[in-house]
């Protein structure tokens, strides 16, 4: 079965991102709200997750399952998201307006990633 074109570019953006928290952790632990405790371990989980998931699309037998997994990655993430928004010193200078349209961005994501669960 042929996976199509626009699911190996999902699962590039999560394997890139996913690396992206080893190469450069400090920036995603910068946005993890502080309620969270061992930002370092969250870290290394999430960017684990992004990678294996992103891996796992582009096998069929898994596609789903990954696809799910993206979902509950993303909703799980949501909070750093919120806390970009209301903590300028995890906005990175970026102007609110990016900030905010960053939030239904996720909301996109997921359908995006709902599309491969069955």
């Known amino acids: 079965m042929n996976l199509p074109w626009h699911l190996y570019l999902m699962a590039l ?49 898994a596609t789903h399952i990954a696809a799910w997994g993206i979902i509950a990655l993303l909703v799980a993430i949501f909070p750093s998201n919120i806390y970009m928004l209301q903590e300028k010193k995890a906005s990175f200078n970026l102007p609110k307006w990016i900030l905010f349209v960053r939030l239904p961005l996720q909301l996109v994501l997921i359908y995006w990633a709902y599309q491969y669960t069955y």
């Open 13 to 61: 953006l999560y394997i890139v991102a996913g690396i992206n928290h080893f190469r450069n952790p400090r920036m995603y632990i910068k946005i993890i709200p502080p309620l969270f405790k061992n930002p370092k371990l969250i870290n290394i989980l999430s960017g684990t997750a992004e990678i294996i998931l992103g891996i796992f699309l582009t096998f069929p037998f």
